[in-house]
């Protein structure tokens, strides 16, 4: 079992920038992929970015390609979503997934709650 636990979400103006976080629970963390996704309001939750174990392999959705950039620290289990160049659009819940293999379809087999992001224009 893993658990995970986004924070860093909230309000941001179109333009500026914004740092989401995920802890995760267990001992195993470097053997899961990581993914980010979001979910608007009346929308299917899409794809963001995903990260191998080891951190080497990224994937992004070509809508934030550019703009957001996906990490982990293995040592503090936790993965990370840097936003930068925000835009309205952007807005959505976004959660962390975590699954033994790196893909960008969303059933991930653990999920975090969802963390609040809204951005003004």
């Known amino acids: 079992q893993v658990q995970l636990v986004e924070s860093g979400g909230g309000l941001v103006q179109a333009g500026g920038s914004l740092r989401l976080s995920c802890a995760a629970s267990?001992?195993?963390?470097?053997?899961?992929?990581m993914g980010w996704f979001r979910q608007a309001p009346g929308k299917e939750r899409e794809f963001v970015a995903a990260i191998g174990g080891s951190g080497t392999t990224l994937v992004y959705a070509d809508s934030v390609r550019g703009r957001f950039t996906i990490s982990r620290d293995n040592a503090k289990n936790t993965v990370y979503l840097q936003m930068n160049s925000v835009k309205p659009e952007d807005t959505a819940v976004y959660y962390c997934a975590a699954d033994v293999t790196l893909h960008v379809r969303a059933e991930y087999d653990y999920w975090g709650q969802g963390t609040q992001v809204t951005v003004s224009s």
């Open positions: 267990g001992r195993t963390f470097s053997r899961y992929t």
